[in-house]
């Protein structure tokens, strides 16, 4: 798309320009600027330095030539000029000779002495450090000449061959780009090398070589294609497409200037694309001199002043061309006075440039320009997707994207500001879209939008329990425990609510035992065991457990829960053991009607268990509730743990008539009465018919029967080959009693005549006492006349030293003899 980039001004004709009367035919071939002076080069071999002024008084630019002040002839048409301001010398080349002239007087310096110069060029990007040494190229008769020129000398440094003469070339640093024949060609001048780049296939097109910037040039090539050429050989831009065969380069940054049949033309160097075009006639040559530009016709001069970017940068906003305006921005050359502005204007314009894309469906490219630029997530926040897509299939995509962009802001490092509108904006999207409710409960735990704001916008989308989660989060409790609390009591509804389960589970982890008595009741309602959790939780230590005994009494089954909970902890007290067997003996009454039911098993077992192993029980106090006809088992089992077994035993053989039960008893018992009450039970003429089993018991456990006991208790008529095995074993076991207590005796006879014999040996033997030796109490060495003591392990101690003469005062060990 176009953009007027630079206004043409009149600024002279040549005629009038002459100090004295111009000649007849004169036309301009080329022009040179160097500070506030033009030179103009003309065909019949005059040379004219005019000053040009630029007024900036509205309402229009103008710039004025005034008249030569200075010239110069000679026969032939100058070709090329260029001003040396190092040395204040002007190059000009004419009748293929360079002839040095004074850049303020235009009197003759020097001629050069070289011939059959086609062309040449100065290096501006010189490899020699001296600032009064310039360098220049210059083509002759095949060969290219490398010279340094300074206000005394001419120097050829280097001379290279070419196959053809060098119509035109360029220098930058050590390549040289040239022009011989119809090729272009690229000279490395410290190593001579010469790359060959490409052709043309037109004998009529001038072969044209304009460096763009440092290592760059730009080269008329095949096709009306200008190419852009790095002193390495290769490009790495696309070609400009020119309109038309182009006769002069200038260039401007940002654009080629180029001259062509329909005028003047101006292509960006960034997208390559012709932006303006300037219809004028006849033009022949064209300068760019430190930003200020000059065009020529044969006899008229024009000046091309660039229009300032922030002007075209203020008319690419005005018609709307964002993108354009910011490729403009980007690429303006800004002085380090104003770098800051334009950075904060050029984030600004990126700014815009992304929201376009966005607002125009193009979200792949947005997104792009939104991590380039970094914006500001409000910004995008702030837009209304309705509005802006009113078709629905956009719009789902915008929303789509809209997620996508909110979620990778929220990875970023962003201020507190911007991290809680992203938060905000992603928590309105899913508390409006997530109809699953779990991104929503993943999020809202790491949400740093504004507190107020939070609730608020849960509030408006009755999202009531991810609000309670949020309270907990923030370790709200009790509100979050408000809130559960009326939606199990169905006040307000939720379709994510999880329930009371979800509550308990909440209760425990917060430990509050005042939020714990408050809100429990409502769970305990309606699942009992479910709340015995909550105060059966490990979180759950301070609270005395006689507290929770009296609040749970209207909850039997959370009751029996948390008694048999401090059962298991190991808490020894009567009250709570007493009331778990009372809380079992009323649940089995109260499922009395389904006896074969496994919970009614279980629930016996448990009781049964409990009587046996309980060291807390109250045992009158429950003999007497379970003094009825329900429960024969459970009152013989207290019986036994009151030590009546005589009554246990006659519940289970005379009531129960259960003989394993009776046996199983004794066994849980241990206790040779109890094994003797059951053998005189059943030994009686009513239970004739359990001899048999009696039998089978003295022969099976023969070891738990008190023998005479057992014996008398036996009838009379009672056959010798039935109790035989019993017999047997009482015997072995008499015999095995008697002789193991001989052999008892026996060791320890013999174990007091060996203490016997080592106390003889230590009594009667005899030591010496060397003259160093001393006392290991009191460190002092023996005398005659002191008494000593002599420890079994040779330890000697004086005998006033020696405080237990069975413990040594140096190891500790103990001395003890077992002599009877």
């Known amino acids: 798309m176009s953009v007027q980039a630079f206004d043409i001004i009149f600024a002279g004709n040549l005629p009038n320009l002459f100090i004295d009367r111009s000649p007849s035919t004169t036309n301009i071939t080329c022009l040179e600027i160097c500070g506030d002076f033009l030179y103009l080069g003309c065909k019949e071999g005059n040379l004219l330095r005019c000053s040009f002024k630029k007024s900036t008084t509205p309402p229009e630019q103008t710039v004025t030539i005034t008249k030569a002040t200075h ?46 110069i086609t062309s040449f060029h100065l290096n501006e990007n010189p490899l020699n450090e001296d600032p009064f040494t310039v360098e220049i190229c210059a083509g002759s008769k095949k060969k290219i000449l490398y010279i340094h020129l300074s206000e005394e000398h001419v120097k050829v440094v280097k001379e290279v061959s070419t196959s053809l003469t060098p119509s035109t070339l360029v220098m930058d640093g050590a390549h040289i780009c040239f022009a011989m024949g119809f090729e272009y060609c690229m000279l490395d001048i410290l190593s001579g090398e010469i790359q060959q780049l490409f052709a043309i296939d037109n004998p009529q097109q001038p072969l044209i070589i304009h460096r763009v910037s440092k290592g760059e040039f730009l080269l008329s090539g095949p096709g ?17 497409n020119f309109s038309s065969q182009v006769s002069a380069l200038a260039f401007h940054h940002p654009y080629i200037i180029a001259v062509c049949r329909q005028g003047i033309c101006f292509y960006s160097i960034i997208d390559q694309q ?68 334009h950075q904060r204007m050029l984030k600004d314009l990126e700014h815009k440039v992304a929201l376009q894309r966005f607002s125009s469906g193009r979200f792949l490219d947005a997104m792009e320009m939104f991590e380039t630029c970094n914006i500001d997530p409000r910004k995008v926040i702030s837009l209304d997707l309705e509005q802006i897509f009113p078709d629905e299939e956009i719009r789902n995509k915008s929303v789509l994207f809209f997620l996508d ?88 509804e939720d379709i994510h609510f999880l329930g009371h389960s979800h509550v308990a589970e909440q209760l425990m982890k917060c430990g509050d035992i005042s939020l714990i008595w408050r809100f429990s009741g409502e769970i305990l309602k309606r699942d009992e065991e479910m709340g015995a959790k909550i105060f059966t939780s490990e979180r759950l230590t301070a609270v005395k457990h006689r507290a929770v005994i009296d609040y749970l009494r209207n909850y039997p089954k959370s009751l029996k829960i948390f008694l048999e909970f401090l059962i298991e902890k190991k808490i020894e007290e009567e009250l709570v053991h007493t009331q778990l067997a009372i809380m079992y ?38 003999l007497e509730i379970l003094d009825t006809p329900c429960f024969p088992h459970e009152h013989a089992i207290v019986c036994g743990r009151l030590g009546q077994h005589s009554a246990a035993i006659n519940t289970f053989i005379n009531y129960l008539k259960d003989f394993d039960a009776a046996e199983e008893y004794c066994a849980c018992v241990d206790d040779p009465k109890a094994w003797n009450a059951l053998l005189a039970a059943c030994v009686t003429e009513v ?12 022969r099976r456990r023969p070891h738990q029967f008190d023998v005479p006991t057992a014996l008398l208790c036996l ?43 080592e106390l003889k040996i230590l009594e009667t033997g005899s030591f010496t006492i060397q003259p160093s030796s001393y006392c290991c109490v009191c460190k002092k060495r023996f005398v005659v006349t002191d008494g000593f003591v002599r420890y079994p392990n040779g330890v000697l101690t004086h005998s006033k030293c020696a405080a237990n003469r069975y413990v040594c005062p140096l190891t500790g060990h103990f001395f003890q003899f077992g002599i009877q």
């Not at 004419?94 to 050069?112: I, M, P, W, Y």
């Not at 009306?224 to 050989?233: A, E, N, W």
């Not at 009781?607 to 029980?617: A, F, G, I």
């Not at 239970?687 to 039998?695: E, L, P």
């Open 585 to 622: 003996i009323d649940e089995i009454n109260r499922s009395d009607l389904n006896r074969n039911s496994p919970g009614h098993r279980m629930t016996i077992n448990k009781l049964r268990s409990l009587l046996r192993t309980s060291q807390n029980l109250e045992l009158v106090k429950l």
């Open 71 to 116: 010239c110069y002839s000679t026969n032939t048409t100058i070709v090329q000029m260029k001003a040396i301001s190092a040395l204040t010398q002007l190059l000009v080349l004419s009748n293929e000779t360079l002839t040095v002239l004074d850049l303020k007087t235009l009197a003759l310096v020097r001629t050069l002495k070289f011939k059959s």
């Open 274 to 341: 012709c932006k303006q075009t300037i219809a004028i006639d006849n033009v022949r040559s064209i300068v760019n001199g430190d930003g200020r530009v000059f065009a020529s016709t044969l006899i008229d001069l024009f000046a091309l002043l660039p229009i300032s970017w922030e002007t075209q940068l203020e008319k690419l906003l005005a018609d709307g061309r964002i993108e354009e305006a910011l490729v403009l921005a980007a690429n303006a050359h800004i002085s380090s006075n104003d770098r800051e502005q």
């Open 715 to 757: 009838p009379d008529s009672t056959k010798f080959n039935v109790i035989a095995p019993f017999i047997n074993f009482a015997i072995r076991e008499a015999l095995h009693e008697k002789r193991m207590k001989t052999v008892e005796k026996a060791l320890h006879q013999m174990d007091n005549l060996s203490n016997k014999y």
């Open 687 to 698: 239970h004739v018919h359990m001899f048999d089993r009696v039998a089978d018991l003295l």
């Open 224 to 240: 009306g294609l200008g190419v852009f050429v790095l002193s390495q050989g290769f490009s790495d831009k696309p070609p400009i």
């Open 405 to 492: 962009f909110l979620q990778r802001w929220r990875l970023k490092s962003l201020a507190p500001d911007q991290r809680m509108a992203v938060d905000l904006a992603l928590l309105k999207y899913l508390a409006r879209n997530d109809d699953q409710g779990v991104q929503l409960m993943d999020f809202i735990v790491d949400c740093q939008a504004e507190s107020s704001e939070t609730c608020d916008c849960l509030k408006t989308f009755q999202r009531f329990h991810c609000l309670a989660t949020y309270y907990t989060s923030k370790q709200k409790w009790e509100e979050a425990f408000c809130i559960w609390d009326r939606l199990m009591k169905s006040d307000i």
